[in-house]
């Protein structure tokens, strides 16, 4: 039996990082990977090394869910496909600023911004949170569907994938916290994308840190399972 002092140590995380590092190694090397997918009526690109929009629902519920400042700009940092960002710009955004550590986030986010005709109003930049930015850029909305899953500080993000999904102790959310008053225009939201697998007090302790005070907007519960299926019929004979 197992003993259950020893069960309450090793569960510490929400998720299992090993369980979920697994699935980013069969998003970055599976040969069943498409090219592309589908996502909120449209085809998307999928360029390999980037995280697969669809791999949670995270993507198209926050997508939906984002008040776009119509008319106005709009900073997406962890663009990864663009999916957000290019959605941000058809939803009436004049200009959108899409950022991501993951260079090939960048060529993604720029090939669905083509695809979807709004290049002359998406900009993506390969940058370490704001760091790409100029001090006078300011937006009307700052958002970022963060990579919820809490680890230790030191965990290895080993693969470009892992910047996707791991936040070695919150420190990414706290930086985006911090940095976002210097970028926001006046009146600008702030706005951060998660799920309950994150952790929320750790995130509520971080917002404390900056001075900030962390608003429910809106929830959304999704069924979902995050593995593949493989579905058998199985005819059977006579030996
Ligand atoms: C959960 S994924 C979301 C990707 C994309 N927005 C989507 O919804 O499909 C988080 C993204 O944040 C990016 N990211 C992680 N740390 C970052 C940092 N310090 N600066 C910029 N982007 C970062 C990751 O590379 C990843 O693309």
Redesign the pocket.
């Known amino acids: 039996m197992t003993d259950p002092t020893e069960e309450d140590v090793t569960m510490t995380f929400k998720e299992d990082p090993e369980t979920v590092a697994r699935t980013l190694r069969h998003a970055l090397v599976g040969d069943d990977l498409p090219d592309s997918f589908t996502l909120l009526g449209r085809e998307w690109s999928l360029h390999r090394g980037v995280?697969p929009?669809t791999l949670s629902a995270?993507?198209e519920v926050?997508a939906s869910m984002v008040p776009y400042p119509e008319g106005g700009s709009f900073l997406?940092?962890?663009?990864?496909?663009g999916?957000?960002a290019v959605t941000a710009a058809l939803s009436g955004c004049t200009s959108v600023t899409a950022?991501?550590?993951?260079e090939k986030?960048i060529a993604n986010t720029v090939a669905n911004a083509e695809r979807h005709g709004v290049s002359d109003r998406v900009r993506a930049l390969h940058?370490?949170?704001y760091t790409a930015l100029a001090p006078t850029d300011r937006f009307d909305t700052i958002f970022w569907?963060?990579?919820w899953t809490y680890v230790e500080d030191g965990y290895a993000l080993s693969t470009d994938l892992h910047?996707?999904?791991f936040d070695p102790g919150y420190r990414?959310q706290a930086r985006y916290l911090a940095g976002a008053h210097e970028h926001l225009a006046d009146g600008g939201r702030l706005l951060l994308g998660t799920a309950d697998l994150g952790d929320r007090e750790r995130l509520d302790a971080v917002a404390e840190q900056t001075g900030l005070r962390v608003e429910l907007l809106r929830s959304v519960r999704r069924i979902e399972e995050v593995r593949v299926m493989e579905y058998y019929m199985l005819e059977l004979h006579p030996k």
């Open positions: 995280w929009s995270a993507t926050l997406e940092v962890g663009c990864g496909t999916v957000i950022l991501d550590i993951n986030a940058s370490d949170m569907n963060v990579p910047t996707a999904v990414g």
